[in-house]
């Protein structure tokens, strides 16, 4: 049973990892987005199969969040601000698409080099979990750099923080403090990001964070 | 929960901001918010008196209680000096109504959650105010909705987000290095226990979060290379609110990195936190000072002149001792005070010029003596010379420095006289000269400026016994 619940949660970790790579080389808005909802939804299984593993009920409602807020209401939310908005839809790169997998694979195997030799003590469990989260910490980090689009930026920040929820849900026992003001701190970010999006429409008809570098205060 | 001082100090901004959000009419809210801001002061104050016991959420010690009460007091005359800023703003219809509401209610905001980051024993509570405290900044930071405030606003919010994000992935480690011997749940992310436990934590852990934090709050510090978010904030947002971002929220976070750095001083094991914020406070010390030179933008200037004065401050408690500790606290405290008078008087230097480039100010001590000499004094306290209060911590950082790390010194000497030339080549065109621009008559209150600048002068010559043995006090706890 022990062997299951391990290889179980190890998948589930895994596969948030690689839904992080599927969201790198997405060229179109709309594809990112389903990717996201699917990255949002393994987190949720994966946060929930925690949540029976520890038997630690209150992570069941971090799950839920995961999944009605992030795999559901955001995803729709950005769609429609997409439309509304007439954002075109392909997604301009700083860097090309094998040069930011190959970075990728780079960060992936320094985060398992860095994690696994420092929780060496600690449960295999808990130490798995925590290497998978600091690569799609990672991963989410390198889509903020090498994406231009301001909606692609905020996909990138948002499977940020899906790794820290899994990071989070992987220490066990761990209060609910943590895990709330998390879901919370999306939400206000979410809001903050909304509204920043339809104020720079107004101004720039773009939401292309190029447009916005011509405005750099310093040479004017 | 009783009433006691510590809760007070977060319901009043708190209740505050809920009444500014619904009250209209700029200039009553105005006046409460100047009242909502004293009133914390003086409780702030009552906490030197009476302290309450530690819980399992807030606390109050000598170290954070330095903090409190700096926090408080710069906020209460910062609302001072909103008031008559907001005023003009509201004149020159630069903000609208609605706008000035909402500015106000996120100002008490920003009070409750830099209080709560202070006051936090948990951990986790910290990381929670420190990134409410980001977004209420954020949104400021884009309240005139120009082009460039709303670049600044974003790359803030993308940095300091990041920032953030590093920052709840080492506080996580530390919940894990603490796990094995503190036992789950709520216990093991209380300061509090952390602190007397740490010792038998796995150093390996330890060392990995203290890298994340470091990173991560670090970005909130301002430390190069994380800092690009900082001048962009402090130039494009409304003048109050580089003012507390200089003088207050950038202290929090290096709050926040203190708080950790004690953990890992405890483990005999764990990597010496040190050196690293020495790398990290020399490189920004230095790089600011360069970059002050090629400035355009008042406001920017002396947003860069931050960072190099977050840098000195990260370097002398980096290099830790009681002796560096006490130049660290007090070289913060001087250069709160000093920074946010330099604010003032900028805030209003831009609003009679109606521009804040430096090209098109002159003269000024001509046209406007009270703001042009109070600006002088505010650069010439911040470059540090003698006998104000930034050349005697700045004084004590590099003495301390010397007897142990001579080189260091020697760079960290370049850096502030490289800043200093700097700033007073910017001065010279701005203070003296031909008058150049605007010359109306500058409608404001002068009381806050100098208020501060006077502490800062008496700092320099006098600094009173029971404030000294404090500050030693806290020194030597920060180890």
């Not at chain 1, 619940?5 to 998948?11: E, P, R």
């Not at chain 2, 260091?408 to 700033?423: F, M, S, Y």
Request: charged share 10%; glycine share 8%.
């Amino acid at each position: 049973m022990r062997g299951l619940t391990f290889d179980i949660a190890h998948m589930l970790a895994g596969t948030l990892v690689l839904v992080s790579f599927l969201e790198l080389y997405q060229d179109r808005l709309y594809a990112l987005l389903n990717v996201f909802a699917v990255h949002a939804f393994v987190l949720t299984l994966s946060v929930a199969w925690q949540a029976y593993v520890q038997g630690a009920p209150h992570l069941y409602v971090t799950a839920t969040i995961a999944l009605v807020f992030k795999a559901i209401i955001i995803p729709v939310a950005l769609h429609r601000i997409i439309v509304r908005l007439g954002i075109h839809r392909q997604i301009e790169k700083v860097v090309g698409v094998g040069t930011a997998m190959l970075i990728g694979m780079g960060l992936v195997a320094l985060s398992m080099v860095v994690m696994l030799r420092v929780t060496a003590g600690a449960d295999p469990l808990a130490r798995e979990d925590l290497a998978f989260a600091l690569s799609v910490v990672l991963l989410g980090l390198l889509m903020m750099v090498t994406r231009r689009n301001a909606v692609s930026q905020v996909v990138g920040f948002m499977s940020l923080e899906n790794g820290l929820v899994l990071a989070a849900a992987g220490a066990k026992g761990m209060p609910l403090v943590v895990e709330i003001s998390v879901a919370f701190s999306i939400l206000i970010a979410f809001i903050v990001i909304g509204i920043f999006l339809f104020r720079i429409r107004e101004r720039f008809d773009t939401v292309d964070l190029q447009a916005l570098d011509r405005f750099r205060g310093e040479r004017r | 929960m009783s009433l006691d001082a510590v809760t007070a100090i977060l319901l009043i901004p708190a209740l505050t901001a809920a009444v500014l959000a619904l009250l209209p009419g700029y200039r009553a809210t105005a006046r409460l918010n100047v009242l909502a801001a004293f009133l914390s002061f003086l409780t702030a104050l009552s906490l030197l008196l009476v302290r309450p016991p530690a819980g399992p959420y807030l606390h109050v010690d000598d170290l954070n209680n330095v903090f409190i009460v700096l926090t408080t007091f710069v906020g209460f005359t910062t609302s001072v000096f909103s008031a008559s800023y907001i005023d003009h703003e509201i004149e020159i219809e630069r903000l609208t109504p609605t706008f000035v509401r909402f500015y106000h209610a996120m100002y008490q905001v920003l009070m409750f959650a830099m209080n709560l980051a202070l006051v936090a024993n948990n951990i986790g509570v910290m990381w929670v105010a420190i990134e409410l405290a980001t977004l209420t900044t954020v949104l400021m930071v884009g309240i005139y909705r120009t082009h460039e405030a709303l670049e600044a606003a974003w790359k803030y919010f993308i940095l300091g987000s990041v920032g953030i994000a590093l920052a709840l992935f080492g506080t996580i480690l530390i919940y894990m290095a603490a796990r094995p011997s503190v036992g789950e749940g709520l216990d093991a992310m209380v300061w509090t226990t952390l602190i007397e436990r740490a010792a038998s934590f796995d150093p390996a852990l330890l060392n990995v979060a203290f890298v994340f934090l470091l990173l991560g709050y670090g970005t909130k510090v301002g430390l190069a290379p994380l800092h690009a978010w900082l001048p962009d904030a402090h130039a494009e947002g409304p003048t109050p609110i580089s003012a507390v971002l200089s003088g207050l929220l950038l202290n929090v976070a290096l709050y926040a990195l203190l708080r950790f750095k004690m953990l890992l001083a405890v483990h005999p094991q764990a990597l010496a936190p040190g050196p690293l914020m020495v790398t990290m406070g020399l490189i920004s010390a230095l790089f600011a000072a360069f970059m002050l030179y090629r400035r355009r933008d008042i406001k920017r200037m002396f947003a860069y002149s931050s960072i190099e004065h977050m840098g000195i401050i990260t370097f002398a408690f980096g290099m830790g001792g009681p002796l560096a500790n006490f130049a660290g606290l007090l070289h913060m405290t001087t250069h709160s005070l000093t920074k946010s008078a330099i604010f003032f008087a900028v805030g209003h230097v831009a609003q009679v010029k109606g521009t804040q480039r430096i090209a098109d100010m002159g003269g000024l001590t001509e046209t406007h003596p009270v703001l042009g000499w109070g600006l002088v004094l505010g650069v010439v306290a911040i470059a540090g010379l003698p006998p104000l209060g930034i050349f005697m911590s700045e004084f004590l950082v590099v003495t301390s420095t010397f007897a142990r790390a001579p080189w260091l010194a020697v760079l960290l000497v370049l850096a502030i006289l490289i800043g200093l030339a700097g700033l007073f080549l910017r001065l010279n065109s701005i203070a003296f000269g031909e008058p150049r621009g605007p010359t109306a008559e500058a409608k404001a209150s002068f009381v806050p400026m100098f208020a501060h600048l006077g502490l800062v002068c008496v700092a320099g010559v006098y600094m009173p016994p029971h404030l000294v043995a404090w500050f030693q006090n806290v020194a030597k706890l920060l180890g």
